[in-house]
């Protein structure tokens, strides 16, 4: 079932890892839905089931949805030489599970770069074995109802627009979840070594027609101190306002899912801030996220 309209959503695992702490920043934005990634430090998709039961039993009770289904299917942490078995295992588990949700979008990515030593990308980056992989995901999904949608992020996909636009004319059926603070981050593999990073606007403008959804996230590369800079929305190099514009404009009905990674990284364990810091970030980047879909005439409550 499509969801109706625009709608505000969120990694709430970044303001509290328990579901209850999920579950009370999520209704102090005023918003009915979360991205569920992370519970008590566990994928959704690896919890037990009877924990699993008790996660759905308290959504429900809350009254909260789950707007897409944050799964770690052929994530950056996952190499291409891994069993194929393992994949589609998480693939069945989580059509499963969505749909004790009621969640019709899941996202995934296209397995880790290859890269040398000195982290130049191979030449060889199996290509038609990831491609041969992500078909038999998305037909699971797809049979089942459900649409799976690809971020840029470090996987094979997020190697460049082109990347991204040669995996989707392999891949049919398959959509993407665009992360604009992704790009600013990531470097551009069809460049020369070093990468430059890449341009978020020029990537969304090459993707455009395939995007389903949406994670607002900013940042900004230090090339000085080679570090990752997260910021709130707007103020990084992600090309927030431009992007999310030009959305609006062109009838985009879709998710906007905060992922600040301002207080927690979600893939790396040593960014931590206290629990009130943690909360106190989530809710101003739902807030200030609000205020700028009301500058750009979409007001939303939640």
């Known amino acids: 079932m499509k969801e109706p309209g625009i709608y505000l959503t969120g990694f ?27 519970i008590d430090g566990t994928n959704i998709n690896d919890l037990s089931d009877d924990r699993f039961e008790n996660v759905c039993r308290e959504l429900s009770d809350a009254g909260i949805s789950v707007s897409c289904y944050g799964s770690t ?9 891994r ?11 989580a059509a499963t599970r969505m749909r004790r949700l009621g969640t019709t979008l899941v996202r995934i990515m296209s397995y880790a770069v290859l ?8 030449d060889d980056q199996k290509e038609e074995e990831r491609f041969r992989r992500l078909r038999e995901i998305t037909r699971r999904f797809l049979d089942a109802g459900i649409t799976p949608v690809h971020e840029n992020c470090m996987t094979y996909g997020g190697m460049s627009a082109g990347h991204t636009l040669r995996m989707l004319e392999n891949v049919p ?13 990531t470097p551009d593999f069809t460049k020369t070594f070093p990468y430059p ?25 230090d090339g000085e101190r080679k570090e990752e800079r997260y910021c709130f929305p707007g103020e990084g190099d992600g ?49 200030r996220f609000m205020k700028l879909m009301k500058k750009l005439g979409k007001p939303l409550k939640r």
């Open 12 to 38: 709430a695992d970044e303001a509290a890892d328990d579901l209850s702490g999920q579950i009370r920043v999520t209704e102090t934005l005023g918003w009915n839905r979360i991205e569920a990634r992370s």
């Open 73 to 81: 299917i052929a994530n950056w942490g996952t190499p291409i030489s």
């Open 173 to 185: 059926g398959l959509k993407l979840v665009f992360d604009l603070g992704n790009p600013p981050l």
């Open 239 to 287: 090309e927030v306002v431009a992007i999310v514009e030009d959305l609006l404009q062109s009838g985009y009905d879709g998710g906007f899912s905060m992922e600040p990674h301002m207080a927690v990284v979600f893939h790396d364990a040593q960014v931590r801030s206290s629990a009130d810091a943690r909360v106190e970030n989530y809710v101003e980047y739902g807030r």
């Open 197 to 221: 990073m890449q341009s978020s606007l020029a990537f969304y403008r090459t993707v455009k027609p395939h995007i389903a959804y949406v994670h607002i996230k900013d940042a900004r590369w």
């Open 115 to 122: 890269r040398d030593r000195d982290g130049r990308a191979l």
């Open 83 to 93: 069993p194929f078995e393992e994949s589609l295992a998480a693939t069945d588990r």
